[in-house]
C-alpha cells in the first residue's frame, strides 16, 4: 500500500475508530490475486470485546462505500485487535502491557525478559524473573535503550484474582 493511500485511509478512518471509543492501531491493505483485503487493527486501554469490533466495522464499511477510498473493484474489511505477541511501538502499548512480560531487544546489544511493573514518560520499571531459586530483580529501561519490545505469551501465569482467593 503507498503512502499516499496509508495516509488517506488513515484520515479518513481514525476519527470514525476514535468515535467509537478506540485507537485506530494499523491499517494494511494486502492484494492476493484479484482480491483485496484492508485490514484495520483496533485497541484500547481495556481492550476491544466482540461487539465493539462489529460495530467500528459496521461504521468503516458504511464510510467506505460512500467513498472512493479503496478505489474500484472489491474488497474485503478485516477489523480486528492486536494480537497476542504484539509489538510495542507507541507509549501506550506499553502502557496497556503493564504487568505483562515482555521481551525486549536492548541497544546495547543483548535481549532481556521481563514483567512492566510501571510506565512513565522516560520508560519502564521491570521485574526480572528469578532464575533456578532465585529471587526476581527490579530493572529500569529508558524508552531509548528500546530497539523493539514484544509482549510474550504466558500459559502458566496465574491471575491477581486467582492468586487472591
Known amino acids: 500500500m503507498s503512502t499516499t493511500q496509508s495516509e ?18 494499523e491499517i494494511e491493505v494486502d492484494s492476493v490475486g484479484r482480491k483485496r ?14 461487539d465493539q469490533i462489529a460495530d467500528v466495522s459496521r461504521v468503516l464499511s458504511a464510510k467506505l462505500d460512500e467513498t472512493d477510498a479503496m478505489g474500484e473493484g ?28 515482555v521481551k525486549f531487544q536492548l541497544a546495547e546489544g543483548g535481549e532481556l525478559v521481563a514483567r512492566i511493573l510501571k510506565v512513565d514518560d522516560e520508560g519502564v520499571d521491570t521485574e526480572v524473573p528469578g532464575v533456578k531459586g532465585r529471587k526476581p530483580t527490579a530493572r529500569r529501561l529508558a524508552f531509548d535503550d528500546i ?14 484474582k486467582e492468586e487472591e482467593a
Not at 484495520?40 to 470485546?49: E, I, K, L
Not at 505477541?85 to 506499553?94: D, F, I, K, S, W
Not at 530497539?147 to 491477581?160: G, I, T
Open 74 to 101: 472489491e474488497y474485503t474489511l478485516e477489523v480486528g485487535t492486536p494480537g497476542a505477541e504484539r509489538p510495542l511501538t507507541e507509549h501506550r502499548h506499553y502502557v496497556r502491557a503493564t504487568e505483562r512480560l
Open 37 to 50: 483485503v484492508l485490514r484495520v487493527v483496533v485497541d484500547s486501554d481495556t481492550g476491544a470485546d466482540l
Open 8 to 25: 488517506r485511509l488513515r484520515g479518513l478512518l481514525e476519527p470514525l475508530v476514535t468515535s467509537q471509543g478506540l485507537d485506530l492501531e
Open 147 to 160: 530497539v523493539r519490545a514484544r509482549v510474550q505469551v504466558e500459559f502458566s501465569r496465574k491471575d491477581k
